[in-house]
């Protein structure tokens, strides 16, 4: 099936994260609005969330039914983010690693990657730029001699109503000459400590796909539902389930013990040396 338009962020779990974090890209739910945010919950008198949430995909039946796909736990904290892939799923990233979940570390600036075969593949923020900006680059050499992609066209309707418990405004995304298009209904009642995730090195990723990133980071706005259109039919559902506010102690983020830790240098250099 089409998109309305292509993601094309180096790296998918990070992207996923973010368009998870974006679109279905996510948002949350559950606030004093709806009763379920207590006074715990919210960080610095704000309404900075801190607790678990889980991201929920679906296709969409002819018959108006909606099929399950995948569902991505999430656990925010404001100084880490751990998402951790369906059971049994893991996402490739960059190329060299399968993920079956990541840990955010906010303050020591990197990213775990927990692969399939027990190991932790850390990762400074500094590499992960410095990985994006070399696709970046293969990427325009590949792209030089081709056609442009077609625009994308991206506004907000004014459309409004209430999703999660929160009040939402509906945003569509259509690429030019494609008969698909993304409805995102997106909140500003809700703050997520997204850190690192939503600095405009990797932000940037998801703007040259045509999505807002920038601007709804800045703003605090949040996607807490995101709609695939094709043929004016719906077909597919990116939403959020589960939002549970609670506190989440810090272990709960620490790299499991059965883990081996490996620099994302040394894996680099084992996969070479084993080929």
């Not at 801190?50 to 296709?59: A, D, F, Q, V």
């Not at 840990?103 to 190991?119: G, M, N, S, W, Y």
């Not at 792209?143 to 009040?167: C, L, R, S």
Request: proline share 4%.
């Amino acid at each position: 099936m089409q998109t309305a338009f292509s993601v094309r962020s180096t790296c998918s779990l990070l992207a996923a994260l973010l368009l998870l974090a974006m679109p279905a890209w996510t948002s949350l739910s559950a606030s004093a609005k709806s009763g379920g945010m207590s006074e715990s919950a919210i960080s610095s008198g704000n309404n900075t969330f801190e607790g678990s949430i889980t991201l929920t995909r679906y296709t969409v039946r002819a018959d108006g039914s909606e099929h399950w796909v995948s569902s991505t736990p999430l656990l925010i904290h404001p100084d880490f983010i751990l998402l951790v892939q369906s059971e049994g799923g893991s996402v490739e990233i960059l190329g060299n690693i399968r993920a079956e979940g990541i840990i955010v570390r906010q303050a020591r600036e990197d990213f775990v990657f927990l692969t399939p075969d027990r190991k932790a593949v850390i990762m400074t923020r500094q590499e992960l730029q410095q990985m994006i900006s070399m696709f970046d680059s293969m990427r325009g050499r590949s792209a030089q001699g081709q056609a442009p992609e077609p625009d994308v066209m991206f506004k907000a309707t004014g459309e409004k109503k209430e999703i999660e418990g929160y009040g939402a405004e509906k945003w569509i995304a259509r690429q030019e000459g494609s008969s698909s298009e993304w409805h995102f209904w997106v909140t500003d009642e809700l703050t997520i400590p997204w850190g690192l995730l939503s600095e405009q090195w990797l932000t940037k990723q998801l703007s040259l796909s045509g999505l807002p990133a920038e601007r709804w980071f800045v703003d605090e706005k949040l996607p807490v539902r995101a709609e695939l259109w094709s043929n004016g039919e719906l077909a597919e559902i990116i939403k959020i389930k589960d939002i549970t506010p609670h506190r989440i102690p810090e272990s709960r983020f620490q790299i499991p013990a059965e883990y081996q830790r490996i620099t994302f240098q040394q894996m680099l250099f084992d996969r070479m040396r084993n080929r």
